[in-house]
Every structure is written in C-alpha cells, then in structure tokens.
C-alpha cells in the first residue's frame, strides 16, 4: 500500500503519535459528497462537510459528466475545512467504476467523460464476441461481462467517427480528480481491477487483450497501491483551499473497495455494499475464475491489502429509484421514511421481478417497466405505489439470496451471515426480508462504510493505523451495527423458488421474442 505503514510509525515519526484530520472526497453517480474524519484513541470524529450533484447530462453527443463543475464544487468543499481541529493532513478521492477521461500530451482534459449509462454500449457484449471469446475476456481478466465495463466502453469508444485526436492518456475516473487536485497521473489499482483491462491476477494491465480491442496500450497509466502518496495540493488548490501542505492519498479509489475496507469482515460472513447497485460477495485471499464464474457472471476485484473481492453486482436501489421519479412526477412523492412505514403494511409477496433484467437499466418510465414485466410473467401489477415498492424490495432480497447461495456453491465454503454495508443498510424492512429469505442472520453498518474506509486507507498510511486489521477493529469498536435474525425459515426455499421460476420464464419469453 505504497509506503510500508510499519515504516510510517517507526519511534520519532511524529505523524504517528498525532491524531491529523483527513478528508474524503465521496463521489455517487447522482451526488458527491467531501467528509473529514479524526480517528481519536477515544472517539471517532466524523462529520458530512459538504454535499454536492454529480448528474450526467447530454452533451456533445453523448451523456457526459461536467467535470468543471464537479471538481469546481469539491475545491469549494475543501476550503471549509482549512480551518479543522485537528488539521487536515490528506484528502483522497473515490467513486463508482468503469467511467474513465482522456488527456493530451499536454495534460488536458480532451472531453467531458462519457457516462456508463450512455447508449453507445447498446449490444456492446455482442460486439466484443466477434472479436474475442467472451468467456477468453473473463478468464483474462477475472471481470463479470456488463455491457457497460470500461473494455465495452472503450471498444465503442475507438471507433473512427468517435475517438478523439492526441489522446496520450486515460485515467479511471476518481484519479481524473487526483490530477485535478496534485496533478498526479497514475491509476489506482482497485478501480483499474473494475475495468476489465487488468490482468485477473492484478499484476498490470492486458496489454494483448487491450491491443486486440484496437485500444492503443500507451493510454494506460502507471498503477498503484491503494495508499500511495500522490503528491501535495497543487499550489492552485492550495491557495484556493487553505490547505498548504496538505497530502493527496490514494484510497482504494472504487467505491465498493473502499466500503469493503471499512468493513468489520470475519470467515463465512458474506458482504452486501447496499445502495443504486447492490454488491453482493464475500472477501478472499485470491481470486477466483473458472468456467463456473464466468456462467454466473461473477467478478473479481482488488481490495485493500492484496485482498480480493469475489462478487456480483446487483441492481440495488435503482428500481426503486426510478419509480420514486416517476411518482413525484404525477405528484406522489413519498420520501424514504414514510416509505419504509407504509411498505410493513403493504401484502407481502404480490409479485416478484429481476432487478438485474435488462429492461431496467435505462427505461424511460421505470413504474412502467416493472408493471410491464409483471405483466409478461402471469403477474398482477400493483397499482398502488406503496405495494410496488414493497414488491421491489422483496425481489432485491430475493435476487441478493440468490446470488449468496450461488457463492457458497462456487467457493465451497459455508456462509453464517451477511454484513450489509452503505446507505442502504438503514433500510430496516430489507433488511428483515434479507435475513429471511437467506435464513442468515444480517448485520447492517457502517452506514457510512465508502467515506469511513477512504478516510481509513489515508489514516493507515499516515501511521495512524498499523494495516487493516487494526483499523477494522477500531471501525468495529466505535461504529455501531443493527441485528436482524432470520424469521420463518421454512418459507425461504419457496419463495427463492418462486423468483427462479420468474426468471426462467422471463428469459423463455425473450428467447422466443415475445
């Protein structure tokens, strides 16, 4: 993890013996938030400094992300703590995968990032195939096949009509904000594992597989360790922040590796990062590609310490999202507390969907969707938006099983509960159905895992942590769970079976083109 954190608290190192304050930029695909925490013997501070939107919008022919006004609204984040107590001693940047900028020869930014949910990976999967086997890909790489991954995105990124000229660079997207802030122009290796462009067992890039996709390699950057110093705020930054001498660090710069980190992890305890994706997978030495992995869409991604993350991504709360959008549009507009209330009242099991159906990635009504694909598998579609909620949520606890049970199958190792982590672990009602449907008991916390375990990376390297495993037990000590034990287990099997048989009949329906 770039410098040795036994090397950072050697006697003399005053870093290690001072508690500093440090600072995590947070970036969501629909908000960014800047979060500064002091790790005390005693007490952990932890405070939300500022929050800001990060929405796509189209431009240029594509849905892009405004890089000048997001990295405009963290420079303004930043100047409110120059006056903390204890100082700030680094900042680091994480956020979700697989979007990427291009640089010049020069250093600048060609073009605003184009944004995972852009239409140009529309039949991406199928475009790679003609070029390479896609279970070769997966075996390269170790990477479940989306059509969004950065190796989809870039494939169609490539092509003549669409490829900027003198592009000398690309950086995964949170280190597109490193540069803004110290100029930095490496890659981290957490997000780089996201993008399948990375060997599977993490050593470096796929320089052949890049190559056979038309990808000029000369673009990848160097890669580093979660941990790694990048440099001071630039002198711009600086001025503009009241941050002089301030470090910027690597974190594990995507975000579910950063929750990860932050998580208090022990053997047969599975994790679910719960949010706009569901990440569902436990933490492992190595990892693991098989033919079985590569059938179950499975993905294996670097974590913190050399660990691994077995894992499958789930469509989270994004369904749920979608319809919240729909309904405030015709006037309903029911925030999450009155949510959760009313679904407890609501009948339970009236349908179940596949959060994961293509049908929902980038539906144009989301409340119509769903009801449409209740529809096409001899269900009755609630049209009270409480009960469709409930529903949604029922079928994401159901798919989340789902994914669990397959895990244990591929790993052979038994699973005695799961710890849910990031916002989604307030939702109390889910979080009961989880337990139910698995039959494992749920533990929910940190709530706020992906900040906790940037700030973590950063603290460890400064000294303030001697590695991993002692920050874990810190988070563990001071940051308090919720317990849910599992309730009329006898009904799991069913209702899993339930959702199985939607799901085949859902892909009956699609294979005969109905």
């Known amino acids: 993890m770039g410098e040795s954190p036994r090397e950072s608290r050697e006697p003399g190192d005053r870093r290690a013996d001072r508690v500093m304050s440090h600072v995590a930029v947070d970036l969501g695909a629909g908000s960014g938030r800047v979060v500064r925490a002091a790790f005390g013997e005693e007490q952990l501070e932890f405070e939300e400094v500022a929050r800001f939107p990060v929405e796509p919008r189209p431009h240029a022919g594509a849905l892009r992300w405004p890089i000048g006004e997001i990295a405009a609204a963290i420079t303004a984040a930043l100047a409110r703590v120059a006056h903390a107590d204890p100082p700030v001693a680094s900042v680091g940047v994480d956020g979700w995968g697989c979007d990427y900028g291009l640089y010049d020869g020069a250093g600048q930014l060609i073009e605003d990032p184009i944004c995972y949910r852009d239409a140009r990976t529309d039949g991406a999967l199928a475009r790679a195939a003609a070029v390479m086997p896609l279970s070769e890909i997966h075996r390269a790489t170790g990477i479940q096949l989306l059509p969004f991954n950065t190796l989809f995105q870039l494939h169609a990124h490539v092509a003549p009509d669409r490829w900027p000229r003198h592009v000398a660079r690309l950086l995964p997207l949170p280190d597109v904000f490193h540069r803004h802030l110290c100029g930095s122009d490496s890659g981290e290796r957490t997000h780089a594992s996201t993008m399948q462009l990375l060997k599977a067992d993490g050593s470096d890039w796929d320089r052949e597989l890049v190559r056979r996709f038309g990808i000029p390699a000369s673009i990848l950057p160097r890669l580093v360790d979660p941990g790694t110093r990048l440099g001071p705020l630039r002198a711009e930054i600086a001025r503009a922040t009241g941050l002089d001498g301030v470090e910027v660090i690597a974190p594990a710069t995507h975000d579910t590796a950063s929750a ?54 789930v469509c989270g709360m994004w369904l749920l999202e979608g319809c919240r959008k729909r309904w405030r549009a015709e006037g309903c507009d029911l925030e999450w507390e009155a949510l959760e209330r009313e679904v407890e009242r609501a009948s339970a099991w009236a349908g179940v969907v596949d959060p994961d159906d293509p049908a929902f990635f980038r539906p144009d009504d989301m409340v119509a969707a769903v009801h449409a694909w209740l529809r096409s598998t001899d269900q009755p579609a609630p049209a009270k938006p409480v009960a469709l909620a409930r529903l949604l949520l029922e079928s994401l606890a159901l798919r989340c099983a789902d994914v669990l049970q397959t895990l244990v199958a591929l790993t052979g190792a038994p699973l005695h509960a799961i710890r849910v982590i990031g916002g989604g672990s307030r939702n109390d009602f889910l979080n009961q159905v989880l337990a139910d449907v698995s039959g494992l008991p749920v533990m929910a916390g940190p709530v706020e895992a992906t900040a906790l375990g940037n700030l973590t990376v950063q603290a460890i390297a400064c000294g303030r942590f001697r590695d991993l495993a002692e920050a874990r037990a810190y988070i563990a000590q001071r940051v308090p769970s919720r317990h849910y034990q599992p309730r009329n287990v006898a009904a799991a099997p069913l209702l899993l079976a339930r959702f199985r048989r939607a799901v085949a009949r859902r892909a009956e329906l699609l294979r005969a083109g109905a």
């Open 260 to 313: 990860v980190a932050a998580t208090p992890l022990a053997e047969g305890v599975a994790f679910i990062s719960s949010g706009t994706w569901s990440l569902v997978g436990v933490e492992r030495r190595t990892p693991l590609v098989s033919d079985a992995t590569h059938a179950g869409n499975f993905t294996n991604e670097a974590g913190v310490g050399g660990t691994a993350r077995l894992l499958k991504n």
